[in-house]
T-cell receptor, first 113, second 112 residues
Framework: DTGVSQNPRHKITKRGQNVTFRCDPISEHNRLYWYRQTLGQGPEFLTYFQNEAQLEKSRLLSDRFSAERPKGSFSTLEIQRTEQGDSAMYLCASSSEAYQPQHFGDGTRLSIL | SQQGEEDPQALSIQEGENATMNCSYK?????LQWYRQNSGRGLVHLILIRSNEREKHSGRLRVTLDTSKKSSSLLITASRAADTASYFCATDAKNYGQNFVFGPGTRLSVLP
């Protein structure tokens, strides 16, 4: 069990640029979740996958955000035309089944200049 | 509004004392989980309690669940400086689909 891995750990970019983050879940976990966390708040659900199928998306997720999990293993989260309000920590988590404990990566901290 | 709310928002205690954090939620749940987050790191799962359970223990952690009051508490006994972190409850409210909803957390500081 090598844990959930996220890359990069930090990303600094200018407003309007596109960014992509990667998450490698625990290998035997078929569920993968993306969250956004701002300072002093709890993680906010963005979307989740069961294998390669994206089963649920938050209504807060604008159309500038897209996530994929093409082979049911790693996942990517892309933000297009970044805005100042996108600055946050983006967390990925995986679990073996629904309603089971989630294992989190250490996140990607995004800063928009 | 968020499904879960922790109370207090911040707690500062001396090493060796007990720390109690509370979580209230709004709708029916399948289970409730507690997580810890150290600064700049991801969340770490501590304990899961199912809706038909009332109390659960894990080492120095004790979690209670009162579904009639829609509340849970996390007790950390004999706290250590290493327990300094933010603590979050997460609920899988049945009408939130199959994802978890986290509260804003309690920031615990354990002073040596």
């Amino acid at each position: 069990d090598t844990g959930v891995s996220q890359n990069p750990r930090h990303k600094i970019t200018k407003r309007g640029q596109n960014v992509t983050f990667r998450c490698d879940p625990i290998s035997e976990h078929n569920r993968l979740y993306w969250y956004r966390q701002t300072l002093g708040q709890g993680p906010e659900f963005l979307t989740y996958f069961q294998n390669e199928a994206q089963l649920e998306k938050s209504r807060l997720l604008s159309d500038r955000f897209s996530a994929e999990r093409p082979k049911g293993s790693f996942s990517t989260l892309e933000i297009q035309r970044t805005e100042q309000g996108d600055s946050a920590m983006y967390l990925c988590a995986s679990s073996s089944e629904a309603y089971q404990p989630q294992h989190f990566g250490d996140g990607t901290r995004l800063s928009i200049l | 509004s968020q499904q879960g709310e922790e109370d207090p928002q911040a707690l500062s205690i001396q090493e060796g004392e007990n720390a109690t954090m509370n979580c209230s939620y709004k709708t029916s749940i399948n289970n409730l989980q507690w997580y810890r987050q150290n600064s700049g790191r991801g969340l770490v799962h501590l304990i899961l309690i199912r809706s038909n359970e009332r109390e659960k223990h894990s080492g120095r952690l004790r979690v209670t669940l009162d579904t009639s009051k829609k509340s849970s508490s996390l007790l950390i006994t004999a706290s250590r400086a290493a327990d300094t972190a933010s603590y979050f409850c997460a609920t899988d409210a049945k009408n939130y689909g199959q994802n978890f909803v986290f509260g804003p957390g309690t920031r615990l500081s354990v002073l040596p």
